[in-house]
């Protein structure tokens, strides 16, 4: 086995995704590392959410293999995958807006409630919704859900966080604090599957880096090669530095 294999947690190995009658994913390869933050890019529609929807069970592959921990979870329903640790933050937020910050947070612990260091670390990292406790989470902004989606993810013990897209559509200065907050998530040795419109952003936070494209991973490595080659990057994504994903 090799060295990365060695420290992968995650492991897809030619998983095979169909919607309906449609096939999204064929044969995605992918890894991801102990303690590290592997960014997932791709032009809309290159399989990134497929991918996360089937590692937390939402969709079934047809095909391959998922393995977390040295453990088999493709056949495994999302509550199973859950308590295994891993914890998934969707595009859409999925918070309760008639439920209160705090109401919608408890959803996410234990049966009692909160543990202490867990919600700390909340809270430090995210000080809007301390501020925001007791509102409708419906009353918070764009980049305040977003918090609180994150937040909800680590207000307890997580192996795996897999996040969607977060600094989608938020103005510069939440994409700058949601970038500290994940950047905190890191130096704490969290292993984290990011997918990431916004390149600069994947570049301050990722360590390794796999690229999609129609359902398949095309390239991996590391994030600081690909972020120092600007033709590798145009040959993969189509972009200059200068630009977005």
Same mark, same amino acid.
């Given at each position: ?120 670390? &909340?809270? =430090?990292?995210?000080? *809007? @919704? ?6 409708? #989470?419906?009353? $918070?902004?764009?980049? %305040? ?29 939440? &994409?700058? =604090?949601?970038?500290? *907050? @994940? ?6 040795? #969290?292993?984290? $599957?990011?997918?990431? %419109? ?48």
């Amino acid at each position: 086995m090799s060295v990365a294999g060695d420290k992968a947690l995650l492991l897809l190995d030619g998983v095979h995704t169909d919607i309906g009658r449609y096939r999204i994913l064929h044969g995605v390869n992918l890894t991801a590392r102990r303690g590290r933050v592997t960014a997932l890019l791709g032009r809309n529609g290159a399989g990134k959410t497929t991918t996360l929807r089937t590692i937390m069970g939402l969709w079934k592959a047809r095909a391959g293999r998922i393995i977390f921990d040295g453990q088999s979870i493709a056949a495994m329903d999302t509550p199973q995958i859950a308590r295994l640790g891993i914890a998934y933050v969707p595009e859409n937020m999925g918070i309760f807006g008639k439920l209160t910050v705090r109401e919608n947070m408890l959803l996410a612990t234990a049966p009692d409630g909160f543990a202490e260091p867990y919600l700390d670390r &909340v809270l =430090q990292s995210f000080p *809007a @919704l301390k501020m925001k406790w007791d509102s409708a #989470a419906g009353s $918070l902004s764009g980049g %305040q859900k977003q918090m609180l989606a994150i937040g909800r993810a680590i207000i307890e013990p997580r192996r795996l966080l897999l996040v969607d897209e977060p600094t989608k559509g938020l103005s510069p200065a939440m &994409v700058d =604090q949601l970038v500290e *907050a @994940l950047a905190r998530l890191k130096s704490e040795q #969290a292993t984290i $599957l990011l997918v990431e %419109q916004n390149f600069r952003v994947a570049e301050a936070i990722g360590d390794d880096v796999a690229v999609m494209d129609e359902g398949r991973v095309i390239h991996t490595g590391d994030m600081a090669t690909l972020a120092a080659d600007e033709a590798l990057q145009h040959r993969l994504l189509g972009l200059r530095m200068a630009d977005g994903l």
